[in-house]
């Protein structure tokens, strides 16, 4: 793959009025699809914070108790609730943040970890140092401190974080100065994961690994938020179509992905959880190094490869690098990304212009 950024090319935006994913109806409803009895379960429902939507394609055989989109969201639910979320008391990462916040004579606390959470962190702290850091998951007292989520779901009156309390947060970062070490986490006290960057990419994971369990399932295209999981085929054989959203124009797509087969296809946008103030946007995405939202001139990143923690991980560690560096560090990982500026200037590996069209 070659780096395309010598090719830069000035695009302008592109309105694309076609509905390419699932989106409306919120609830289960089957559709015969003509081929060796295999039917279409599409549903829409929320989990893990944002919206989910699935598309799968199940053969009619058996007695089934619970259908396949029910146990879909189950395990979405359960990895939310058990795993990921910083919110929820029992889950493992909140009970991480419990015990390194609240010790404070020790400078460094030894936490208990799962193997699955071993797993995770060990290929997370391998992105994080191949991006220099861009990507940093104990930025949780940073993250809380700006609150974008909760200001741009408009549950909280958002205000600017002052210089001093910047710093102090930031006094907590440092993937670095975290061990894995077997079964235990060695952090320093004070330091609090936030796995948000990464979530949902997880979640593709398992979604796609029950896919493979499933003898009914012959293929499968589910959004949970930004981040997307394809697998298998359609019953016609067409390919799977994924809508990029665009990044300006609410409503609209930029383009669409044509996959066949299994992929993971991650987002990362300024415009998803943001407020402006005096007309400058404050988003969800931060920088490490400064504390503050991410200014790289990028607006949105789409990776696409062979693994949805993966996916997430780069798509907003490269928004966080900007385009040279991101895409670099994409094509490292043999993933193929989109880089689009805020002037609409895009930038892309040579795999992503054989997937990506404008005008599907
Ligand atoms: P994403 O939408 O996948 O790019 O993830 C954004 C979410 O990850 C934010 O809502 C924060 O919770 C968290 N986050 C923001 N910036 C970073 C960063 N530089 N490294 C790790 N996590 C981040
Ligand atoms: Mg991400």
Known sequence: ME???????????????RQLLVAAGASLFLTGCGAANIRQQSAVDTAMGTIVSQTLY????????????????????????????WRIADSEVAQINALAACEPEESL?????????????????????????????????????????????EDTVFSIPGEEQIQSAMRDIGYERVQLTG????????????????????????????????SRITGAVVAVGGSV?????????????????HPREEGNYLGVLTLKGEHYISTSGDYERYVTVDGVRYHHILDPATG?????????????????????????????????????????YGAEALLVEEDGTMYMTEGMEDIFSENP
Do not use: H
């Open 292 to 332: 503050a939202p991410a200014r790289s001139g990028l607006c949105s990143v789409t990776i696409v490869c062979d693994s949805g923690l993966q996916a997430d991980a780069l798509s907003t560690a490269c928004f966080v690098l900007g385009p040279e560096q991101g895409l670099a560090l994409a094509q490292s």
């Open 229 to 245: 999981v394809t697998y298998g085929q359609k019953p016609d054989g067409s390919p799977w179509k994924v809508a990029i959203m």
């Open 109 to 153: 606390v030894t936490v208990p970890i799962s193997p699955s959470m071993r797993e995770i962190l060990a290929q997370i702290w391998q992105i994080s140092s191949d991006s220099q850091g861009a990507l940093d998951v104990t930025l949780g007292r940073l993250s809380r401190l700006w609150n974008l989520d909760g200001a741009a779901a």
């Open 183 to 214: 079964e235990t986490l060695e952090l320093p006290q004070g330091v609090q994961l936030d796995l948000g960057a990464v979530g949902k990419g997880i979640a593709c994971d398992r979604v796609s690994g029950y896919l493979r369990d499933s």
């Open 3 to 17: 780096n395309k950024l010598e090719n830069k090319k000035r695009k302008s935006w592109k309105i694309i009025y």
């Open 58 to 85: 199940v053969r009619q055989e058996g007695e089934q108790t619970e259908s396949e989109s029910a146990a879909v969201m189950r395990i979405l639910t359960k990895l939310e609730e058990q795993e990921l979320s």
